[in-house]
């Protein structure tokens, strides 16, 4: 058996995985909770200039976007939420999910992954297949430095029974590697892109990295729709603009789409 595929996350493997940049997260690893954005978002650390990171080895009531559930098994994926913090004047929050999308996939692009895809606004996509999906929510200011919750999961090893919905189907990383890396190190590998995402993001807006998403979209000049918005809206997909915006070529001209409660399928 792979013990990899199954082990609980450990503290001291993920302070190994950041290696140099350890101190600058604070990583807490419970073996059970809800939802470490529940978690995170009710009782959010004091900011202390360090990434503060939750994450958990099972979820009992894990959320997924658009108020869908995110499923938990033992061993089955990765979670665990980071708290980010926005200096004053930083942009606007709607690239996030989409930095954390490219965070993800960086990270399993280092594993050796291959064909990994980006479907707006926060799918991590192995040659169509749902691997991982972000959930970010934002943190009222109420005087403090706004902040967001960053939620990730990733599916490592899902059971074989796992029903999971999905229009394309979900696949996991058993099946992307024959040796897939241990959580702690998937997590340690996923918080090193993502600090050094979010740094560029906070300096230099999405449009510093909108190359390295768009090179990855899923639908890039494909026919799409987007439900959820009041009208359905059907278009070509032209990738993402400069703030994160879904760009849409639609026979009524160029419209652009804030990343909100809706969802894009292919057409
Ligand atoms: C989605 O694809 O709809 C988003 C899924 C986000 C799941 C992660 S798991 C860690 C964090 N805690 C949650 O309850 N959700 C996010």
Redesign the pocket.
């Known amino acids: 058996m792979d013990h990899s595929a199954c082990e609980a996350l450990d503290g001291a493997e993920v302070a190994a995985a950041l290696g140099g940049e350890a101190a600058g997260f604070s990583v807490q690893i419970l073996p059970e909770c ?5 978690r995170l978002l009710a009782d959010p650390p004091p900011d202390d200039g360090r990434v503060h990171v939750l ?2 080895d099972v ?1 009992t ?6 108020g ?1 559930v ?1 499923q ?1 098994w033992p061993g089955a ?5 980071a708290l980010w913090r926005f200096e004053p004047g930083a942009p606007v929050p709607a690239g996030l999910s989409l930095v954390a999308g490219l965070a993800v996939a960086r990270a399993l692009e280092e594993l050796g992954v291959e064909g990994v895809q980006l479907k707006w606004p ?2 991590v996509l192995i040659h169509g297949h ?1 691997l ?4 970010v929510e934002l943190l009222p200011g109420r005087g403090r430095t706004p902040a967001a ?1 960053i ?3 990733i599916n490592r090893r899902l059971p074989p029974d796992a029903c999971v919905d999905y229009p394309t189907g979900v696949t996991d990383l058993a099946a992307c590697l024959t040796q897939p890396p241990g959580a702690s190190q998937l997590l340690g590998l996923v918080l090193l892109q993502l600090h050094r995402l979010l740094d560029i993001y906070a300096a230099a807006g999405f449009g510093a990295l909108r190359g390295a998403w768009q090179q990855r979209n899923a639908f890039a000049d494909l026919p799409v729709r987007i439900l959820g918005e009041a009208e359905e809206l059907a278009g070509i997909c032209l990738g993402a603009d400069e703030d994160g915006a879904l760009l849409l070529q639609t026979a009524d001209g160029l419209r652009r789409v804030l990343s909100g409660d809706v969802s894009l399928r292919v057409a």
């Not at 809800?34 to 529940?38: E, R």
């Not at 994926?77 to 939420?81: A, D, E, K, N």
């Open positions: 809800d939802s470490t954005n529940s994450a958990a979820q009531a894990g959320r997924g976007r658009r869908r995110w938990s994926s990765l979670t665990f939420s926060n799918d749902k991982a999906g972000i959930l919750v939620g990730i999961g």
